[in-house]
Structures are given as structure tokens and as C-alpha cells.
């Protein structure tokens, strides 16, 4: 349910990404009918029973473009990750660092833009009732290691954001009347955060802070003084990866465009560092509306 509505909080297509969606979904031949241009940030939720070929692009003859360029510019969600082939998850890495896919066939090579925004949803153990504090789960303890295991370190690692859902209260459930934000006002906060974004990007190849090197990141956009000492001792004991200081970092750029600092301060570090590792830092989890 909330990957399905992130394309409606995400920013409208400006006119070049618009060509570069349409053009994809028309070589693929699912250009919607009576819609000459694609305005709106696609969404593209393939079953696990999906082959490495239908994700990533391939096919007999001429390839055809796969799930990742499908949702180019847009939301692509794995419900249900762990029952994906191991082979068709590993595959996502190469397109998830250079934004494009090329696929080679005897009738040519192919090369497919694939910039998408990832979405993974998976149970925690094989029957999804474990949690640390729930004692109905009766999966062994090797089921549960051999199920988590199913997703590969290196593809983890390009996961920028982990959530834990916990399970939904009678209260909750059962409760009237609006429970939250509006649908505007978050595409609101995250239309001014772009906004922010390409303002301290103008005049460089990028747009947003995805879009970045790392190793400009590091070198021209710097947070404040001091708030990484925690992601870097994080890289010294091994919890984070080089790739995982980066991502922080540039967590941390967009947790201070949401919040409309002109810097990421410790506390936008500390908030990027606690939804990678999903280890509680004593911050909290939302973020208000721009200053």
C-alpha cells in the first residue's frame, strides 16, 4: 500500500524525463492508450515468480526493456524479495550504481535507462510472525538465517533506508478520522526538497542528491563539522561500508532539504545512520515541514 502511492508524493516528470519514460513503455510497447507522454513517475511491482530476463531486460531476438527501465524516473517494488531468484536480485546491482541496463542478444547490444527508485518488502522469517516480541513464530532458528540469507550483502548494501513495520493494533485499526498527513502536503515538503537540491546543484551534471558521486559528494558538499564522526567510526569498526559512508552522506543532504537546513547537522546524520542500520539513535523518525 505505500509503495503503491510513492509515484503520488514524488515531483511530476519535467519534460526530458517524460521523454525518457515514454519512449521506454512505447518500445515495450505499453505506452497507455490516449497518452502520447507519460507526466507521472511510473510504478512497476513484477511477481517474485519474475526471471532475471523480465527484470532486468533480455528476451529472444531484439530485447525488450525489463522491470528496471519500466519504472526509469519512477518506483520499482519487490513485495515479497525473499522468494525472488537469488541470481534475478543480484542482477539489480549493476543498474542500481550506473542508472542504465545493457543487455546483449545476437541481434545486438541494447542499452536501457534504468535510474529508479527500489522498494523491498520482506517477511522476517518464512511463516512472518517473528519479531522480538512475539513468540508465535515456530520456524528454527536455521530457517530463519537461511531465509534472511536469501538477500545478498552486496545487494543490502544498496539499500539506503531499513524499516522495521511492526504489526497494526486493534486501536489502530479500528480507529476513525485522519490518522496523518495529507497526500499534498507530503508531496509538498518533497517538491521543496527537490527544489533545494537543484538549487545547490545548478550548474553541475546532477539534479538530486542521488544522482552524486560519491566522491564529489564527499569533496564539495560537506556536512557540518563534526556530525560524521559517527558514520566514520561506524566504517572504522566495519558497520559501514565506504559505499554505506557515502549513502549516509547523502541521506543525511536529503534529510536536510526535507527539514530545510542549508547543512546536514548531526542530527540529519544521525537520522540517515539510524535508517540504514536501523539501530535506534535517540532522534526521531519524522520530518517536519521545511523551515
Known sequence: MLAERLPSILPPLDRQESLEVTAVH???????PGKPLIAVAPYCAPHHSATMQALVGGGPGVARPGAVSLAHRGVLFLDETPEFSSHAL???RQPLESGHVVVARSAGVVRFPARFLMVLAANPC???????????CECPPSAIRRYQARLSGPLLDRVDLRVEA????????TATGARGESTATVAARVRAARERAA???AGTPWRTNSDVPGRELRSRWHAVPGAMDDAERGLERGVLTARGLDRVLRVAWTVAD?????RPDAGDVALALQLRTGVPRGVPMTIGAPA
Do not use: M
Request: one cysteine or more.
Open 258 to 262: 526535507l527539514a530545510g537546513h542549508d
Open 90 to 92: 543480484d542482477a539489480l
Open 26 to 32: 512505447s518500445v515495450a510497447g505499453l505506452l497507455p
Open 199 to 201: 538549487a545547490r546543484l
Open 126 to 136: 518464512p511463516c512472518g510472525r517473528f519479531s522480538r516480541t512475539n513468540d508465535q
Open 166 to 173: 511492526d504489526r497494526v493494533t486493534r486501536a489502530e485499526l
